[in-house]
């Protein structure tokens, strides 16, 4: 049995109000729900309160889910309404500037470390616009396809790749900016309005031609800084997809958990809802 397979029939067994089914189904995606809410909600609380709000809404409206996209895709749509919420009822969201996390001591290299590099993409990350920020939390962090992305976003998968490259861009130049004494910004003759991250996002995509790829490949080639850039994008894309394996905090996954009980057993929920199953 496929993994599409298994959701498919967890998510069948979980509209005939199977308690089980329903608490599985929740646990499944918990933390997919929460890695999102906690990026785009403004306080680490709004963000658990996004996620309670999220997973008691999708089982709920279970079924009014068709499968004309995957599940994941149809709960980023439900969180990132509430996080929108969050957001416009903040009375005023702080301004993040990149910090400076780099001290006055020598270095024997550019290299950063693991933790380095965290803690610097989570801050980047907390400076980029909310519309470029989902759309990297999604390709990247939680490894959706372009079409899935368009899908959770209501928009075009042309607009997902625009908005993808722009994020990358953005993100490798503010944790590039963090580190000025080790990580020297490459200099790339570029024709007006290119701008390397982008480029180097493209390339990595694979949305460039043949013959435009050959072309950055040799530019790569001929100047290490570009070379370095291009390890330093791949490194931040690589932390990224390690922030999938993120989990919800045991406080908040138990609190789930029991919500989501409490309302199956009091008869609250309605996961069939009248609907036809997932269609494959």
């Known amino acids: 049995m496929t993994a599409s397979d ?107 470390n693991q933790a380095e590099l965290r803690q610097a993409l989570e801050t980047a990350l907390a400076t980029i616009e909310p519309m470029y920020r989902e759309v990297l939390l999604l390709r990247d962090v939680e490894g959706l396809t372009a079409s899935e992305v368009a899908a959770a976003l209501e928009i075009t998968v042309p607009a997902v790749k625009s908005r993808l490259h722009r994020a990358r861009s953005m993100l490798r130049d503010r944790v590039e900016r963090m580190f000025p004494h080790r990580l020297p910004t490459p200099a790339l003759p570029l024709a007006p309005g290119k701008d390397l991250g982008e480029l180097l996002s493209q390339y990595l995509e694979g949305d460039l031609t043949a013959a435009q790829c050959v072309e950055i490949e040799a530019r790569l080639k001929a100047s290490p800084d570009c070379q370095g850039a291009c390890s330093l994008l791949r490194r931040i894309l690589g932390e990224c997809r390690a922030c999938g394996a993120d989990k919800p905090p045991e406080a908040l996954a138990l609190s789930v958990r029991n919500a989501i009980r409490a309302m199956v057993s009091e008869g609250r929920a309605n996961p069939s809802g009248g609907g036809t199953p997932p269609t494959q």
């Open 6 to 112: 298994e959701e498919a029939a967890l998510i069948g067994a979980a509209r005939t109000g199977d308690p089980e089914a329903v608490l599985a189904l929740v646990d499944r995606y918990q933390a997919v729900v929460y890695r999102f809410g906690k990026r785009m909600c403004p306080t680490e609380e709004d963000a658990e309160d996004a996620v309670q709000e999220t997973l008691v809404t999708a089982i709920q409206k279970l079924g009014d889910f068709r499968g004309d996209a995957s599940f994941s895709s149809w709960l980023f749509t439900i969180v990132r309404s509430r996080c929108g919420r969050k957001q416009r009822a903040a009375s005023r969201a702080p301004v993040l500037e990149p910090i400076e996390l780099v001290d006055d001591r020598p270095r024997p290299d550019d290299l950063l």
